[in-house]
């Protein structure tokens, strides 16, 4: 395949969908930066706090307390919150930091439901700061 069929190839336009180790906000000094702000945002599947940064990408938190349930439950949470910002990633606003917390509806929320919040809660917080 030559270079002018590779530029113009479907594969070429798709954004890569990872989710790298500098997307993730693991240090207690970011997450209390980002409580502070006091800027929450919900809905009955989610709940996010954000904070701004001076990074050229979003980056995500996760906390994922025990009143969701056991170990397995939680962890299955947490993977539904990564996967959610792993695949809207490049529709979310650039140079916020987030914090995820599964909502009231933990037990009939989908994959789909999470992602749609997430958009959702992340284009109110973006509003915020413009």
Excluded: C
């Excluded at 002018?4 to 180790?21: G, K, Y």
């Excluded at 980002?34 to 001076?54: C, E, G, T, W």
């Amino acid at each position: 395949m030559n270079a002018q069929n590779e530029e113009h190839s479907p594969l070429a336009e798709t954004p890569r969908l990872t989710f790298p180790p500098h997307f993730r906000i693991r240090s207690s000094l970011d997450f209390e930066r980002i409580y502070a702000q006091k800027a929450r945002f919900s809905d009955p599947v989610m709940l996010i706090f954000a904070a701004p940064n001076d990074l050229p990408h979003p980056r995500i938190g996760l906390s994922v307390s025990r009143r969701h349930g056991n170990s397995v439950k939680r962890h299955r949470l947490r993977r539904l919150l990564r996967e959610a910002f792993r695949l809207e990633q490049h529709h979310l606003p650039v140079g916020i930091d987030f914090i995820l917390i599964p909502g009231r509806e933990t037990a009939t929320a989908t994959q789909a439901d999470y992602r749609r919040s997430l958009v959702k809660l992340a284009q109110r917080a973006a509003e915020r700061w413009r």
